[in-house]
Nanobody
Framework: VQLVESGAGFAHPVGSLRLSCAAS????????KTWVRQVSGKGSEWVSG????????YYTGAAKGRFTISRDNAKNTLYLEMNSLKPEDTGLYYC??????????????WGKGTLVTISS
């Protein structure tokens, strides 16, 4: 199993970034996916998750209304579109694979992360 995040970068507050997570080594369409971030001084924080069939999508309160999770099962890729960025969104963003098609199952694989920095 391999999960490789990309799209790291710097943005100013109220700017936008798009993160991608390319997956390989497993049947992408069969598994729910999640974005998690590690924020300095706060530890790991769940950001958003999406079921395998895209019918169930969740966002943490901090992400709701600003971030959009999506997946392209044909391209084995997970995305996170981030808008109206704030300095507190700065962190290392990981994608994770769930054991099953449901986010109720645990996460069993993570990428190495991609760094997002938001600053004026």
């Amino acid at each position: 199993v391999q999960l490789v995040e990309s799209g790291a970068g710097f943005a100013h507050p109220v700017g936008s970034l798009r993160l991608s997570c390319a997956a390989s080594g497993f049947t992408f369409v069969n598994h729910a996916k999640t974005w998690v971030r590690q924020v300095s001084g706060k530890g790991s924080e769940w950001v958003s998750g999406i079921s395998s069939d895209v019918r169930v999508i969740y966002y943490t309160g901090a992400a709701k209304g600003r971030f959009t999770i999506s997946r392209d099962n044909a391209k084995n890729t997970l995305y996170l579109e981030m808008n109206s960025l704030k300095p507190e969104d700065t962190g290392l963003y990981y994608c994770a694979k769930h054991l099953t098609n449901s986010m109720a199952s645990g996460m069993d694989s993570w990428g190495k992360g991609t760094l997002v920095t938001i600053s004026s």
